[in-house]
């Protein structure tokens, strides 16, 4: 085998003359376009910049380059062009030579090029047609439904073609349909035959885990094959086998170490390093990495339906995450915020679940890589969303049978892959959305999610648990959003409009999508925006916000329960602060239903460009309120509260392995910052368990308006020393009687560390710490603290000097907002 990689500088020229330049492979179209400096030097983002794209790209263009081939490449019959991302409609010419068209920007190409090939200088150009012309004529062919406001924030016909569907616009992205060479590019030799894959399956019986490997090949000629597998163990220790290349074998794992999501244990992976031998020779390789473990979906019914979670190792997991979109609008470009940082940072937050919503792009290797080796569990969408596909169209439908096999070959034997659902929302669509589905679309639903997807399923992994949508209470359009069984999607906070205590009255078995809006921090507001832009319902603040009416929703959310900001930065803030007290509202309800609901994945983690959205880390990867508070209402340990305008009650949760012994103390204070009232019981939680630890009365305390002066502050403080802290106030924070706290904050540089000291003298609500042009992680951020109180809180060091860190920390309040 030998490859020649086309990666590098490539030229890019638009076919009606207008546009020449080159560009990076693997990229695209806009980002070379954003790197020559087309949108000038602060980018394609900035201000309404974006607003070009569809003009743009509505021509053809072209990628073309020279490479050169060795005479030894050529000496086999069989030499590929293996294309893992062409983005989207193409034809390819080799030397003149039309090789190939492709039509699907999710699939991986091969063709044999071998006789369009000569030693030395060869050309490739590479058209790509244009798409949006491509989905004006399909959908005048047949226009089927399609959501997302279709035509408003997402351009019309997006379903008619196997493309990202959210480079043509979602209601949190922008209408960039980019073009290019997205993923790698490679002419590949080979000569008796190609290790395409080894399907490896796992049974955990009594403490023994035995794989079974089968070798997938493509044979082109005779030769003496066999497979040899180098398996290295967590410690480093290797072992060499061999297995049968046209059948199946199996190995007992010697003294087997199990993988666990995060929380729940540690990630140890096993690496295969096959080799596919021709007689003596080796012709191919494939390598992976496993993690031993079972992982499906647990159903069984009970007194409220039926449950709905993930079963790891014999233990139900309530999963702790959030939906992730494409990173960012350029799916090549990782500068800004990286994979690996994004993964890190739901690690910090206690994340166990990431689900893969299924209107972007399969992720890749790499992103599903950081899944298994930090306990990530995948909730992994098929790329079909909020749409109806013309699956009575023969060639499309093989098109996206082979779109499943690729990439379900790809990702099946990743230790974090816990589900595959077949689409976003569309099961849901057909019975509530209102637009009047046909007999025949709703059979060409049930034919592509029922019968075809699950039939790809048994072919390529069938021990993976496949779920037809989401969401979904199993299929056949059977009450798709139904509380009692499957997962649920709720939206009635947000989009509806009603209170955050409306989660509160819903018991889901699992929540596998629901969200809220802020804004981004000032410091991503103004990487977009001019000074005459700092107003929300300006054109360029309106750009950047991709949900229709979102800006003034945001304002009406802050109107119900905080008092109007004093200025353009306050309402950022107070808007994060929004965000977080409705989305963990959801989060602390559900787990203390737990058993009842058995999950919480919110709506969203990140974005794809700067922007008001209902993510909890902005573009840029600064952190917002609520991924502060979701990293403290998805800690194993959560104390959390209920009750109604007068009573309280006080429940801790426990969702690690171990039984949870030490002391509950709560205190009701006066907002100046005088001690009422106080209690303290020492309790214990059993593993993976939620109750009811104090139950109080403070109907005489509140009376006559008194709910405005205070607020009940709670702790517990586990045997080992950790605390775990929230509070309550009876009244909306509108009302409260604050007083100025006078935060100060001093700094000490403690070796790896920063530590920083805040001190308030009076109750102080959302301590908010920040820096002028720093963007640094806290230990713990937007957090309450008692009268007379003092909070430690780290950021790890980086490129920063103590000295900065003392010129640019800022320290503030609610209280500081009005």
Same mark, same amino acid.
């Given at each position: 085998m030998e490859t020649l990689n086309l990666h590098g500088k490539w030229?890019?020229?638009?076919?009606?003359?207008?546009?020449? +330049?080159?560009?990076?492979?693997? &990229?695209?179209?806009? /980002?070379? $376009?954003?790197?020559?400096?087309?949108?000038?030097?602060?980018?394609?983002? /900035?201000?309404?910049?974006?607003?070009?794209?569809?003009?743009?790209?509505?021509?053809?263009?072209?990628?073309?380059?020279?490479?050169?081939?060795?005479?030894?490449?050529?000496?086999?019959?069989?030499?590929?062009?293996?294309?893992?991302?062409?983005?989207?409609?193409?034809?390819?010419?080799?030397?003149?030579?039309?090789?190939?068209?492709?039509?699907?920007?999710?699939?991986?190409?091969?063709?044999?090029?071998?006789?369009?090939?000569?030693?030395?200088k060869n050309t490739i150009e590479i058209t790509f047609k244009n798409s949006l012309e491509f989905v004006r004529k399909e959908r005048e062919r047949r226009t089927i439904y399609a959501a997302a406001n279709e035509g408003v924030t997402s351009v019309e016909g997006f379903n008619m073609i196997r493309k990202s569907h959210?480079?043509?616009?979602?209601?949190?992205?922008?209408?960039?349909?980019?073009?290019?060479?997205?993923?790698?590019?490679?002419?590949?030799?080979?000569?008796?035959?190609?290790?395409?894959?080894?399907?490896?399956?796992?049974?955990h019986e009594n403490g023994k885990v035995t794989l079974s490997m089968t070798p997938e090949l493509d044979i082109y000629n005779d030769g003496d094959l066999s497979v040899k597998a180098k398996i290295t163990?967590?410690? &480093?220790?290797?072992?060499?086998?061999?297995?049968?290349?046209?059948?199946?074998?199996? /190995?007992?794992?010697? !003294?087997?170490?199990?993988?666990?999501? !995060?929380? +729940?244990?540690?990630?140890? $992976?096993?690496?295969?390093?096959?080799?596919?031998?021709?007689?003596?020779?080796?012709?191919?390789?494939?390598?992976?990495?496993?993690?031993?473990?079972?992982?499906?979906?647990?159903?069984?019914?009970?007194?409220?339906?039926?449950?709905?979670?993930? #079963?790891c190792n014999g233990i139900s997991v309530f999963a702790r995450g959030a939906n992730y979109i494409p990173e960012d609008t350029f799916l090549n470009r990782n500068e800004n915020y990286t994979t690996e940082q994004l993964i890190k940072d739901c690690v910090s937050a206690n994340y166990n679940t990431l689900r893969v919503w299924g209107g972007g792009i399969y992720p890749s290797d790499h992103l599903f890589d950081l899944c298994d080796e930090n306990g990530l569990i995948v909730w992994e969408d098929m790329m079909f969303a909020c749409a109806i596909y013309d699956v009575r169209n023969d060639d499309f439908l093989e098109n996206i049978k082979q779109e499943l096999r690729d990439n379900l070959t790809r990702i099946r034997h990743h230790a974090c892959i816990g589900l595959i659902c077949g689409n976003n929302e569309m099961e849901w669509g057909f019975e509530e959305w209102g637009f009047d589905p046909t007999k025949e679309e709703r059979s060409? /639903?049930?034919?592509?999610?029922?019968?075809?997807?699950?039939?790809?399923?048994?072919?390529?992994?069938?021990?993976l648990f496949y779920w037809p949508a989401s969401p979904s209470s199993g299929g056949?359009?059977?009450?798709? !959003?139904?509380?009692?069984?499957?997962?649920?999607?709720?939206?009635?906070?947000?989009?509806? !409009?009603?209170d955050f205590s409306e989660f509160k009255k819903h018991y889901f078995r699992f929540m596998s999508e629901f969200g809220f809006e802020s804004f981004p921090s000032m410091k991503t507001i103004r990487s977009f925006t001019e000074e005459e832009d700092l107003n929300i319902f300006s054109p360029v603040m309106e750009e950047h916000q991709k949900c229709i009416g979102g800006n003034g929703k945001i304002l009406n959310y802050v109107s119900k329960y905080f008092k109007y900001p004093k200025d353009l930065n306050s309402l950022v803030y107070v808007s994060q602060i929004s965000q977080a007290e409705a989305i963990t509202t959801g989060i602390e309800h559900w787990r203390r239903n737990r058993g009842r609901c058995m999950g919480s994945t919110y709506w969203q983690v990140n974005d794809n460009w700067p922007v008001a959205s209902?993510?909890?880390?902005?573009?840029?990867g600064r952190w917002k309120a609520l991924h502060y508070a979701a990293k403290r209402s998805y800690d194993n340990i959560l104390v959390s509260f209920d009750g109604d305008e007068t009573s309280a009650e006080i429940h801790l949760s426990n969702e690690s392995k171990e039984i949870v012994s030490g002391k509950l103390q709560w205190t009701l204070f006066t907002l100046s910052g005088e001690e009422l009232d106080r209690g303290t019981v020492e309790t214990t939680a059993n593993a993976f368990s939620s109750k009811l630890i104090e139950k109080r009365d403070f109907s005489e305390e509140l009376k006559g308006n008194k709910d405005r002066d205070l607020y009940l502050s709670y702790s517990f403080t586990e045997s080992n020393g950790n605390v775990h802290r929230n509070c309550h106030n009876f009244a909306p924070f509108k009302y #409260?009687?604050?007083?100025?706290?006078? +935060?100060?904050?001093?700094?000490?540089?403690?070796?790896?560390?920063?530590? $920083?000291?805040?001190k308030s003298e009076k109750p102080s609500l959302f301590v908010e710490l920040d820096f002028e042009a720093i963007d640094a992680v806290c230990s713990d951020n937007f957090f309450h603290?008692?009268?007379?109180?003092?909070?430690?809180?780290?950021?790890?060091?980086?490129?920063?000097?103590?000295?900065?860190?003392?010129?640019?920390?800022k320290v503030r309040s609610l209280f500081s907002t009005y």
């Open positions: 030229n890019i020229t638009s076919k009606d003359g207008q546009y020449k +330049l080159t560009g990076d492979v693997p &990229g695209s179209l806009f /980002y070379a $376009l954003e790197q020559r400096g087309d949108f000038g030097k602060e980018g394609l983002f /900035y201000r309404e910049n974006n607003r070009v794209c569809l003009e743009i790209a509505d021509r053809d263009f072209s990628y073309s380059r020279d490479f050169t081939v060795s005479d030894s490449l050529l000496k086999s019959d069989y030499v590929f062009l293996e294309a893992e991302g062409l983005d989207t409609l193409t034809d390819i010419i080799i030397n003149g030579r039309k090789i190939a068209e492709t039509d699907n920007m999710h699939r991986t190409w091969r063709f044999n090029i071998a006789d369009a090939l000569s030693s030395g959210c480079s043509y616009g979602w209601d949190w992205g922008p209408m960039v349909p980019d073009l290019g060479i997205w993923r790698d590019l490679n002419i590949v030799s080979y000569d008796a035959a190609r290790l395409n894959s080894v399907h490896v399956i796992q049974r163990a967590p410690d &480093g220790s290797t072992e060499m086998i061999e297995i049968n290349a046209d059948s199946t074998t199996e /190995y007992d794992v010697k !003294n087997p170490r199990i993988w666990w999501p !995060n929380g +729940l244990g540690d990630q140890p $992976l096993y690496t295969i390093d096959f080799e596919l031998v021709d007689g003596k020779k080796t012709i191919d390789d494939f390598s992976m990495r496993i993690g031993l473990r079972t992982l499906t979906i647990e159903q069984k019914k009970d007194e409220w339906g039926e449950t709905f979670n993930f #079963l060409e /639903y049930l034919k592509q999610y029922q019968f075809v997807f699950p039939d790809i399923i048994k072919e390529i992994c069938p021990e056949d359009f059977e009450k798709p !959003n139904d509380p009692a069984s499957g997962d649920c999607h709720f939206w009635d906070v947000w989009h509806g !409009n009603k209902w993510s909890s880390i902005d573009y840029y #409260l009687n604050l007083e100025n706290p006078k +935060l100060t904050v001093s700094v000490k540089d403690k070796g790896e560390l920063f530590e $920083l000291t805040v603290m008692d009268g007379g109180e003092s909070r430690i809180v780290t950021i790890e060091k980086s490129d920063y000097t103590l000295d900065q860190i003392n010129e640019q920390i």
